[in-house]
Nanobody
Framework: VQLQASGGGLVQAGGFLRLSCGSS????????MGWFRQAPGKEREFVGY????????DYADSVKGRFTISRDIAKNTMYLQMNSLKPEDTAVYSC?????????????????WGKGTQVTVSS
């Protein structure tokens, strides 16, 4: 499975973007998935998680209430709707499939990381 995140760009503070995560390979519709981000000079950090069915989602406190994760099973695609963007949201955003048990906040529970997409929020 090769994942690819897309939809990033440059946006002003207060704006919005919608990221997509898709795969040209096999379906990942039954798997839990996550979004992570990494800013320059910082560790990769958890952004959000969605269950395989799409019925459960959770978010980092820093994005809760502003970001929403969803998935379209038929299109084999996961989305990250980002509203009210802040300069501190600037990072490379990546998606991955959760393949290990335990806390979904930790990136080491995920695999099949694809190339990320740059999000830059100007003040």
């Amino acid at each position: 499975v090769q994942l690819q995140a897309s939809g990033g760009g440059l946006v002003q503070a207060g704006g919005f973007l919608r990221l997509s995560c898709g795969s040209s390979g096999r379906t990942f519709s039954n798997y839990d998935m996550g979004w992570f981000r990494q800013a320059p000079g910082k560790e990769r950090e958890f952004v959000g998680y969605i269950s395989g069915s799409g019925g459960t989602a959770d978010y980092a406190d820093s994005v809760k209430g502003r970001f929403t994760i969803s998935r379209d099973i038929a299109k084999n695609t996961m989305y990250l709707q980002m509203n009210s963007l802040k300069p501190e949201d600037t990072a490379v955003y990546s998606c991955a499939i959760r393949i290990y048990g335990g806390s979904y906040y930790h990136s080491n529970k995920y695999a099949y990381w694809g190339k990320g997409t740059q999000v830059t929020v100007s003040s």
